[in-house]
């Protein structure tokens, strides 16, 4: 049986939080932190926004609810990587990192002042 892979590209939000699970399960206000630290503070996102992205990750069984437990009166769900979850974020990093190498593995570009004529 031939196994075929799905090339997914990732939006940069999606990527860090996905990134955030690495170590382990997390609710998601720990996602937010973590993702914005792992990101250098590029990636900042509102609740509302991750919410939606765990959804959609959720769905595409990329993560799953690990766990939940109520806090002051409200759900608190923990969600982990899925085994696709992880495959498809390192071959994220991958894709990531072969498209650098496109600019990093040449020589600089040397540009010549052009003098008006």
Do not use: C, W
């Not at 939006?11 to 993702?35: N, T, V």
Request: glycine share 6%.
């Amino acid at each position: 049986m031939t196994e075929y892979f799905v090339v997914m590209t990732i939006r940069e939000q999606s990527y860090f939080a996905l990134a955030a699970l690495m170590d382990g399960p997390l609710h998601g206000y720990a996602i937010i932190k973590r993702a914005e630290e792992l990101s250098g503070g590029r990636v900042r996102m509102a609740a509302g926004t991750l919410y939606a992205a765990l959804d959609r990750l959720s769905a595409e069984g990329l993560l799953r609810v690990v766990d939940e437990e109520v806090v002051n009166g409200r759900a608190r769900r923990y969600y982990n990587l899925t085994d696709e979850g992880v495959a498809v974020l390192r071959a994220e990093a991958d894709r990531m990192i072969q498209a650098a190498r496109v600019v990093t593995d040449r020589p600089a570009l040397r540009v010549r002042a052009v003098r008006p004529a």
